[in-house]
Structures are given as C-alpha cells and as structure tokens.
C-alpha cells in the first residue's frame, strides 16, 4: 500500500526566491510603447479587413465596400483597447466586446486566406481564358471560412485525454504504472471561468490521476475574482497532490496576487523549488525565471538534483532545454504553444519552437512534452490542434545509458 503524500509535500528545507520577482507585465509598458504596438497592430487589422470587406463587395456585387467596413474594422480594431481594458475591468461591456472582437479575429483570420484565393482564382481563370460566377467563388470560400470558424469554435472546447506512456531511468517502484495529469494553459478569466474548471475537474476525477501538475497559464492575466475562479480545485485532491507554476499570463500583474489565489484552494505552488515525490524529484520554476537561462540554471544548481534518481520539471515554456539538460532534468512538463491554436499559426509555432511544439520530444537525456492546454488565448478557436489533458503513465527506462 503505497504512503499518502501530504507529507511529502511539506515546505521545502531549502531556500526559494521570493514569489514577488517577475518579467516586464502589460502593466510596465509606457503609454508610448502601448501606442505603437496599438497602432501597428490596429493597421494591421485595418488593412486585412479592408482586404477581405473588398473582395467581398466585388464578388457579391455588393455597392459601396468602404461602408462595408466600418462595423467589421471597429470589431477588428476593438479587440487592442479590449485585452488591455479587461486586465483592469470586469465590466460585462468589456467582456462582450472583448469575446466578439475574439470570435471575429478567428473568423477574420480565415476570410483573409478565402479573399485571397478569390483573387488568385480569379486571376489564373483570366490568364486561361475561363472564368468562374464571382458570387459562386466568393461563396464556396467564404462558406469554407465560416464553417472553420464554426468548427474551431466548437473543437476549442472538445477536450481530449492524450494518454502518453514517459520511461524514465531509475523510476522508483512505487511510481512504476502510475499516473500523472498535465494540465496547461486554463486561461481563466473572463470566457473561461469557473465552470470550465469543474469541467475539467469532472474530467480528472474519472482519470484518477496519483497527481497533477498544472505547467502555468492557470489565469489569463485579468485580476478580478481569481478566487471565485480558481475554487473548484479545492473540491478536488489526489493522492499525489496537485502541483503549479506561474506561465507567462499568470504574471501579467503582480505574480503574487494569482499565486496567493491558487495556495488558498489547497493547490501546492512550487515556488523555485524542489519536493521529493516518494522517490521523485519534482521541480518547478516560474515563467520569469525559466525564461531566463542562468536564472534557470542558477535555481536547478540551487536544489541540488539528484542525478541517480529522476527529476520533473514544470516550467511553463519549452525553452532553455539545454539548460535543463545539463543540469540533469529527466522530463520537462510544459505547455504556452497552445500548438498554435489555428490554422496557419500551427505552421508558425512549429517553425519557431521546432519538435518541442507539441508533444514528447528528447534532447539528450532530457525528455520534454509540451501540452496543446486546455484552454485558449485571443480567438477561442482551435483548427487542425485539439485542446487536451495529458494522462503521463510512468514506467521505467531500462535500455539508455
Ligand atoms: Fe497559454
């Protein structure tokens, strides 16, 4: 009979930085630095917009496409003012203008792609010397646009288990067969609140994970009611206990204020620290420190890792491997890609972190799986990616060196 595990989860008996140290927050931005990435990014919109509000009128023969724009490029536009309003205000106006400003982003991302393969059709049937009904075109991608955006809609909140067997070497006994849930990226806040929770709560329950580990992103940056959201974890406890580090969104204010509301629910944070797991070395960074490789490598030399038994660390990107690498981590539990979310962004993200997007992937004698999350950011789409809880089942690694 295995031993229950509230005791090893006990404060730790080394030193651990204090909850307090961060990275730049929305809120360190000057109001000139705000407005030139407002404006660049507003332009940016406007000129999409503009792009796909034109093809349309001239497909579908619709008169004056200038008027066309004004409602679709103010929602566009709305989402800036909207992400930065909400990290001050639960106003529900906020929330609504914010979440259909998201939407029409999603829907806006593939009517862009529909407006150009309008005029490339159009233009390839000039050159050959046919020619298809403009209205006929325009309607079958733009159809095709809508439809994705409907089904990124509804897949975005289909969540799947991905169940992934890790081997690690040295795994003590008593974790041979065991479980573990990964779970990244909630995003709690104003669209996903606490109901989301308890749905994936629900969803834990009837996996009976031995723990979880919860890779960062529990918040979406907003500050309001992070109690009320985060309280359904304390309804809920494994027989390992449930393990979280900050991500990027969980320090977009004072870090301190969404680490507080995520201890009181019981939900143990681990601060830049080591706990010992009955025989597992469980070690989590925060995202500003993680982030940064000798900070990184500072905090792993600091808790002393075991090399002869395995280490996990939770840190919410996966970057400075390398670093985990050497200093003799066995898995790296990460998450923040959201694998791009959407088509073509999944193409994007695979581009800049590589096989390390999504996924278990090896560097060296470090094993690293990245989450998809469970929840979104900006549009609350997901195409050609699934939102995901990740059941890990350990058993140990015999052949490697
Ligand atoms: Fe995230």
Known sequence: MDEPVASVAAEPPFPTRPPGRQAAKPADFTLREMAV???????????????????????????????????????????????FLRFRSAHPAVTVVYALSAVWLGLLNFAFFAAVGCWIVEGMGRLAGWSLPPFALAAVLFGVAVLATGYGLINARWIRV??????????????????????????LGPLL????????IARLRSLQPD???????????????LDQLVAPWSEFSTRRGIYYVT?????????????????RTGVRVLNNEKISLDGLQIIGVHDSEAGNPSELRSILRQVQIDRRSPGILLAHRPVNLSVAEEEGISLQLSGHTHRGQFWPWNLLVSLIYGRFASGLSRLGKLQVYTSNGVGTWGPPLRVGTKSEIVLLRFEEELDRP
Not at 162 to 187: F, N, Q, Y
């Open 37 to 83: 990435f407002g404006s660049t990014a507003a332009l940016i919109l406007l000129s999409v917009n503009a792009l796909v509000c034109a093809t349309w009128s001239s497909f579908f023969g619709l008169p004056g496409w200038i008027a066309w724009q004004a409602l679709p490029g103010a929602l566009a536009v709305a989402f800036i003012p909207a992400t």
């Open 211 to 225: 723990a979880v580990f919860v890779s960062g992103d529990m918040f979406d940056g907003s500050t309001h009611g």
């Open 162 to 187: 991905s169940r992934v067997e890790v081997r690690l070497p040295h795994l003590p006994e008593v974790w041979r067969g065991r479980t573990a849930a990964l779970v990244t990226d909630l995003h």
């Open 193 to 200: 609140g606490a109901g989301f929770l308890r749905g994936i």
């Open 247 to 263: 991500g990027n969104h969980d320090e977009f204010a004072e870090r301190s204020l969404f680490i507080d509301a995520v201890k």
